[in-house]
C-alpha cells in the first residue's frame, strides 16, 4: 500500500449573516450587514490513491480503516492527539505509515 499523506488546503468562504426573520417598514432605508470571509480550510489525507478530507473526529479517523482500532486508541492517548493541532496531525501521519 501507498504511504499516507498530509495535505493541506487553505481556502476562505463568503458567510452571510443570518438576518432576522421580520421584514423592515417600506421607509426605504434597511441597514444590511455585510457578509464576512470565514476560514474554511481542510486537511486532506492522501492514501489509497484517493483524497480524504479529514474530518476532526476521532470516531470517523477509525472507520477510515488504515490502522487497527486498538492500535490507534493507544496511540492516539499516549500522545494525547488532538486532531485540531497541525503538529499533532503530522505526528499521525507518520504513525499511519509505520503501521501501515
Known amino acids: 500500500m501507498d504511504n499516507v499523506s498530509l495535505y493541506y488546503n487553505p481556502r476562505k468562504k463568503l458567510k452571510k449573516p443570518i438576518e432576522a426573520g421580520r421584514t423592515v417598514a417600506n421607509s426605504g432605508y434597511g ?28 470516531k470517523k479517523i477509525i472507520d477510515l480503516n488504515l490502522v487497527k482500532e ?30 501501515i
Open 31 to 58: 441597514k444590511t450587514t455585510n457578509p464576512e470571509w470565514v476560514d474554511d480550510s481542510a486537511y486532506i489525507l492522501h492514501f489509497k490513491d484517493k483524497y480524504v478530507k479529514l474530518v476532526m473526529t476521532h
Open 70 to 99: 486498538d492500535s490507534y486508541k493507544s496511540f492516539r492517548k499516549k500522545n494525547k492527539i488532538n486532531l485540531k493541532s497541525e503538529e499533532d496531525l503530522i505526528k499521525l501521519t507518520h504513525f499511519f505509515n509505520k503501521e
